[in-house]
């Protein structure tokens, strides 16, 4: 404990709520507020409505939902996949370095780079994908790679190798010792990772500027062309339920995480 | 237990021959993020010094540097950058020693809303101070309500400073997270020890956290350094026409203007500044895990 006096606590705890309601829960009340408006002229929106939810859950905004979701869905499965895979393979000090390092870099480049880099190279036959949803799909698990290798590579190493070698010990194949051993100990970080991906491929907006078809809109896009023509109102909506979908998600992941760590 | 293992398991290997070494398993996934990524990098790359006409050279990348818009945009990209650094790295550091160290109604919850928090898409932020700051909204409201004026005093969302302010907001919990691993492995008893030879909070915290916890502040500090020079969403969302950086030149230059070989020039040189940076943080970081590995083998 640094500050001993009450007083002085309670100086400290106030300023910390100052600082930390404004920044970071006014936005999202905002958002909230505004999305159930039509006009904001005074301190508080006015024009009570629904109508841009009873937008916002039909029509295009919902397969511009279902296509974020599908998308999410898609890309989380391939980098989780492909993440765990080489986390798993990448055995001793060196290799995990040479993997770590390679993996992780599409976090250093600006993802509107990633996108750009994927047009340069699938734009023309035989590696045709321009205008498709896959290069989309591409982007996004290009993007959620990075986490899913970290979070696995961090948990394989706190993984105590006392289990895999018992069970290789009693006659386990590798295989047998993968399926049966490490993976159902890895499944909490497993489930952490999964959790993150989504989320974030669920948000991601600038690779995916680059690369969208006409028909494969997801909803990041959808709030931005409709902030873009000043449908600020609508698009909070819309804002509102992606970041719904999202936390509900990851909900769900977060009760299978604890399901899993109680085994 | 585990020194008993290692005898069988010896005696189990033989039986089985393997034809193919263990280290191609990794081939696979590194493959795939070769082609996938790597590959189409290295296409921008040559892109970039192949200009349109044919032949090859630097003559895109004179062409690119000698343009008022890209020397503006590297301007614009760097000083918001380090002005969003800064602002998180302040913030961050007050808002972590607060839930760290002084006891608070919620704290915990706190913290896992931090978490969260990282997971939200960046334009929501900016989203938000649309309606905080925008010329229809919380702040201006307020504003002509008390005073009768006709607009509100705050107009800068569309200048550099809006994008700084969205970019400190989103980028804190990114500085929060480690510092607050780093306070929780700080010895409290350090702490008791400064208080009790007579230090008041600002020295202990100058003189016993500070140093303790500069590792993951830097750490923290390049990270956010790096996505700050990446970030795109905020940027194009607050829809301002004066300010430019490169990742939004990358986008203009290659959806808006068909500008291929200059995207890529651009590109190339936010791939150059990023890199470099994430090297830095790569070895701040690698840095600061070696001692903690150490504890945790002591332990």
């Known amino acids: 404990m640094l500050v001993h006096s009450r007083r002085a606590r309670w100086a400290v705890q106030g300023v910390f709520l100052a600082l930390f309601l404004p920044v970071f829960a006014l936005p999202f009340l905002v958002v909230v507020a505004a999305s159930l408006a039509t006009q904001w002229s005074g301190a508080l929106p006015s024009g009570a409505t629904l109508d841009h939810y009873r937008t916002a859950v039909r029509g295009e905004a919902l397969d511009a939902l279902t296509t974020s979701v599908l998308t999410a869905l898609a890309a989380s499965a391939l980098a989780l996949a492909t993440g765990t895979w080489a986390a798993l393979a990448a ?13 992780v870099l599409p976090v250093a480049v600006p993802s509107v780079v990633v996108g750009l880099a994927l047009l ?43 289990y895999e070698q018992a069970a290789a010990s009693l006659g386990a194949s590798p295989l047998r010792v993968l399926l049966r051993v490490r993976l159902p100990l890895l499944l909490p970080s497993l489930s952490a990772a999964a959790g993150l991906c989504f989320a974030l491929s669920m948000g991601e907006l600038s690779a995916t500027m680059m690369l969208y078809p006409p028909d494969w809109l997801p909803l990041p896009v ?42 | 237990m585990v020194s008993v293992l290692p005898a069988p398991a010896r005696m189990a290997a033989p039986a089985r021959t393997r034809r193919i070494p263990a280290w191609t398993l990794v081939l696979p996934p590194v493959t795939a993020l070769g082609l996938v990524f790597l590959y189409p990098l290295a296409l921008v790359l040559w892109q970039s010094v192949s200009p349109d006409g044919g032949g090859h050279g630097f ?55 931090v978490d969260v928090f990282l997971s939200f898409p960046s334009f929501l932020i900016t989203l938000a101070l649309l309606f905080v700051y925008g010329n229809a909204g919380l702040a201006n409201g307020v504003w002509t309500g008390m005073t009768g004026a006709a607009t509100g005093p705050f107009d800068f969302l569309h200048t550099r400073w809006g994008v700084v302010l969205a970019e400190v907001t989103y980028f804190t919990p990114f500085v929060m997270r480690p510092l607050l691993a780093a306070f929780s492995q700080l010895d409290t008893a350090q ?61 203009g230059k290659a959806i808006l203007e068909g500008d291929w070989t200059g995207a890529c020039v651009v590109a190339v040189v936010n791939i150059a500044l990023s890199l470099a940076l994430y090297g830095l943080y790569r070895t701040l970081t690698a840095r600061t895990a070696r001692p903690e590995g150490e504890r945790r083998a002591r332990a």
């Open chain 2, 59 to 113: 003559a895109a990348y004179a062409e690119v540097f000698g343009q008022a818009a890209f020397r503006n945009a590297l301007l614009d990209t760097v000083l918001i950058a380090a002005g969003a650094t800064a602002g998180a790295l302040l913030l961050g550091f007050a808002l972590a020693l607060v839930i760290a160290f002084v006891p608070l109604p919620g704290g915990r919850a706190i913290g896992r809303f």
């Open chain 2, 191 to 251: 702490l008791d020890v400064a208080a009790s030879l007579g230090a008041r909070a600002p020295r202990i915290v100058r003189q016993v956290v500070l140093p303790e916890v500069l590792p993951a502040l830097a750490a923290g500090g390049s990270l956010v350094l790096v996505m700050s020079l990446n970030e795109f969403g905020i940027v194009l969302f607050t829809g301002a026409k004066g300010v430019t950086t490169l990742p939004v030149l990358v986008y």
């Open chain 1, 222 to 263: 959808k709030v931005f062309a409709a902030t873009d023509r000043g449908a600020l109102f609508p698009g909070a909506a819309l804002a509102v339920v992606l970041v719904t979908t999202t936390l509900l998600v990851l909900l769900a992941v977060s009760r299978v995480r604890t399901r899993a760590s109680y085994r």
């Open chain 1, 91 to 103: 055995r001793g000090p060196r290799a995990r370095r040479v993997v770590g390092a390679l993996f």
């Open chain 1, 120 to 162: 340069v190279a699938f734009s023309e036959p035989p590696f045709l994908l321009n205008g498709t949803p896959t290069i989309v799909v591409l982007a996004h698990a290009i993007l959620v790679t990075a986490f899913a290798h970290q979070s696995v590579a961090a948990a394989l190493d706190r993984l105590d190798p006392a």
